[in-house]
């Protein structure tokens, strides 16, 4: 059994997480950590493990304390927030698996401009392997230190990946429009999370510049070795998880439909989380799953192609990859406690 | 492996029959009847088996050619519509699980007065037993026709049961007020039912004449001995999945708390599908699951009790339950591909 | 013009009485309080009054320094949080109509118990009349304080008014189930409000000891001079607005649909806010209105009535029948600024 | 008075029509008609009129025949259907608002192509105006029958219209992603449109070839004088109503943020219902309103900007805009019946 511990499982995505290892046949939850909630049961703030699952919530200080007892550590936590944790886990052997943002950024002062906050250990960030697992596979295999993506980034980029690495469409214009469930702003009482402003509403936030902007850029600039500059909108949308990446491309040349489909295939062809569909992603059908759904539509009248990919925001874009990531590291099959679809409705 | 033909798969009941029937490790569904889907693969109508499962539906005659091919016939259908099939599938041999209305009722006549159609085989009511599982275990283990409560009946039932059983309220006096997702309202093409008609809106229906209320009377009738009067209604909720049934009784005479508690807990403290709370249910913390949440609170002042219960409607109130009849027939673990938790949020 | 001041404009039912008192063609308001967001234009919280409306809100201390400059003032506070201005409003003579529950409970002890605060001004309780408009306007006429009715309240001595004050139900056995909209909530950063805990969910609260209850036992206690008895369990609905009153009764004695048809006439013929029905009503369509739609059905199977109320809850459930009792105080037409329709979808 | 016929009332877009209409000092509503509710009266298809409204629905025949009886008829029907009765009206000097398509695209052939219906009566098509009021309002004024544009396309071209216009942007390089609530999708009982199917999902559809997008390149074509090539997305969110349009430009030339904010005041500075805002528009804010919110950000980083524009769909996507042209044809205040705000939340 590998023993975990979850340090903030109690907000959205790492109650996801808790919700995901509790399930995983060869994983044992030693501890889980809120800060605000030190000494609660998990059941209390989440009635589905009523009279079924007691564990209580430790603090940081109790997460750290711990260390000793566990082979991988998961944080789900606001950045800036878990520096020394990382640095004492590491060192001592422990893996990490980092939902935030911390080690995701290669170039720290560019961390640190996105982000308005010092990086207390930079030199950990070498360390740390991007958890895009399509793409780094190999990479994580041996790693320490997991930077698993953003939730909008792993939608954006695994939609982009193929035709950026082939040099399909022009780089220095590609534009991602996105929209994610309510999930996606977490789980602290701010007024406009509240039921009654989110509801019956649409709209876009963090035009121009969303963190997630310089991580997409970065992972997509090293698919193609030239800089890519995109434009990237999110929407927040009334539901609770999903997201949706509506990504569009200037075509170099021409191509065809059938030539496109074989690059996704080639790239995505074995991929068990990936599937290339003939009609257009919904959020719906990635609900509660780690699946990613991807499909395009050349438009030849424009010399423009769109690319549409679906995922759940919480599991693919957050815990479901990041046990993806533990399965890579520890050897396990890859889908192992994530290997669910949707339910409907 | 229990071979299953699922007739009715592409309704909203049906789909999550299918849903769980595929997850079951002891069960293979040999095929899936639609009427007005013939030929069509069940992942064109739900894009959560995309790539993945490819079954295809044939038609009512198909279901009843192949009923050699099969241990189990699920029906999920409009009430009226499968005497034939059951009949043959009953004269086969082959296990009837009927999601429907046409074997709840015990009185043919009292069937067609409410439902409002001839019964095409009384004879086989008889056979029938009522299949709400922790009340009828017994009988289900040796049944070839399961009745499959239904969903409101199922919360309002398991609800009140102690209470009626042990003659702690009047019977004479029950009142269910109960609340659905519109999952309920089925899979078909009214207006009525588009989102538009559905969200920011709150509504009661059926009042005073919704066809659950004789099965609800029927069952607590038979737990008391004496003719139960219930006035119920339904009201349908802008979400998918859920139901609650608020109950109130008139208490017969003084009792505490803890009496009220050692009652529910004699009938259901070895249930694995019931959890007594001290907190409300909510139906969020049972989505997805076979659980039925319960609490209640004594009112001294006005000498009441209020019982309320949570269920997912598709599942313990349709086809989770179904399933769990079937494991009880076969002898399997009562839990087995019913057993998760609600995925929150 | 009618000069007003609103106290805690920046809430969702402060806000809906901004909004129609900007429309309202008599009145002119003079200032707008929020403690939390003094100095803060209203459009900055508010989008729908962007470039239109510039007001800004003001403190307590300043709305009780310019008490001099107004008729009347509106307060939607908490309870227990203006005894100073309602006490030092009434003896300059400046009318007061309180949203809050202060001055609804005519014995004090009661209040305090209810609401676990101390009442300052006791004897200001008399001086309150309760502005439920159908049932009290002559007092409301000429009172200098009105005590405006809870939300629920309105619902649900709407409802049951006629049946109790003309003995038809037994007043010891009223049962009330109702459901509201998450704007009854309130506009502060819970988590328990927050969009993902209450979409796709539905759950009862405050089971036997909703602090609506004593006022709504109160106001039939009065209609028929005998002590009445409620059961009251209030839901929450994942909408913005509405609330919906399923109210039981049990019948002393036979009655046509005809003869109850006529008492709801009696009472309720010549009310314009309120629409006796033959369907059973929607929140939808009253939905941004002040109506408050009625239906009933007796169960003669049974031996009960039951009758259905819907109204907004921030319209007629507060700021709507603020308005209105403005309306009747100042001797304007009582449905100047507040007639309108439901807009659908 | 003005007297108006409604040819398909029954619609989102036709009651929207409706409501206004009924509001409207200078109106009378002399007919409306439906042809699947011929008979029946409308407070029956929508209960906000209930014992208030009783007008009942004629058919298309009816409407024709009392065409003599009225000055402006409203169409909102589907395309293809009204040739006919816009022939009769035009020869009659009945004015013509037709919120259809079947007037708006300037070259028979291309209408035809897109919509896949033969037009019966292109020489009219040049005696029609499109009917975006702030871009076309003198030609309006004298028009005898008036295009109403498409709800993504009057978010759309009045968000890019001022920077094509003034060759900001690369004409041959837009980007619109836009999103609506679920009242765009109309009112017929298709599965596609049920609460379950829409409630918890997020999608695009009509991904490159929806039959809004030759309509924008048109009018934006016009605005620049040289080809327009856009690529268009709409996507379908779990709401009733709004659309907001994000838009994407690459810019010619470095241009500052006051000079873009100039060329917006140049163009819409005096239009009552457009409001350029400094935050991001919000559906919430305009909904049930005639108003367009825009802003822009630009995004020196990658040389281009964005440009954002919330509408109700129903309302200055629609109906509003309907009744916004035919106060300009008759010469009436441009806000009359259609002045007010957005009521929250």
């Known amino acids: ?8 499982a109690t907000g959205y995505a790492g109650q996801q997480l808790y919700y995901i290892l509790n399930n995983h046949k060869n994983v044992e939850v030693k501890y889980i950590s809120a800060h605000s909630s030190v000494g609660v049961c998990i059941s ?12 209580k919530c430790i603090g940081m200080e109790g997460a750290i304390e711990k260390l000793d007892e566990i082979d991988v550590v998961f944080l789900a936590l606001p950045h800036g927030t878990a520096f020394d944790l990382v640095e004492k886990a590491y060192k001592k052997g422990v893996k990490v698996i980092d939902l935030g943002a911390d080690y995701r950024i290669d170039d720290a002062k560019s961390y640190e401009t996105w982000y308005n906050v010092e990086h207390k250990n930079p030199e950990l960030i070498e360390e740390a ?7 780094n596979r190999d ?5 320490s230190i997991i930077a698993n993506p953003g939730c909008y980034t792993t939608a954006s980029i695994l939609a982009m990946y193929p035709l950026i690495k082939h040099g399909i469409v022009d780089e220095k214009k590609v534009i991602i429009d996105a ?3 309510t999930s996606g702003a977490g789980r602290s009482g701010k007024i406009d999370n509240l039921f009654c402003e989110v509801n019956e509403n649409y709209k876009a936030y963090g ?21 890519v500059l995109i434009s990237f909108t999110p929407h927040l949308v009334p539901m609770n998880r999903g997201i949706l990446a509506t990504c569009y491309g200037f075509l170099k040349k021409d191509v065809t439909h059938e030539e496109i489909k074989a690059i996704y295939e080639e790239e995505y062809g074995n991929e068990r989380f990936i599937r290339l569909l003939d009609t257009f992603p919904q959020t719906r059908w990635v609900r509660g799953t780690n699946l990613c759904d991807i499909s ?14 679906a995922i759940d925001n919480l599991v693919k874009g957050a815990a479901g990859q990041a046990v993806q990531n533990m399965n890579i590291i520890f050897g396990l099959d890859e889908a192992e406690g994530i290997d669910n679809l949707a339910m409907a409705p």
């Open 207 to 227: 035009v121009t510049n969303h963190r997630h902007t310089p991580e997409i850029e970065q992972e997509l600039t090293k698919a193609c070795g030239s800089e």
């Open 179 to 181: 929209a994610s469930g």
């Open 129 to 135: 392997v991007y958890g895009l697992c399509e793409i």
């Open 296 to 309: 395009f539509k050349i438009d030849e009248r424009t010399g423009r192609i769109v690319v549409i990919s």
């Open 44 to 55: 209390e703030l989440y009635g589905n493990y009523s009279n079924i699952i007691q564990q």
């Open 139 to 143: 990479k994580i295999k041996d790693s």
């Open 1 to 8: 059994m590998i023993k975990v511990g979850i340090v903030g």
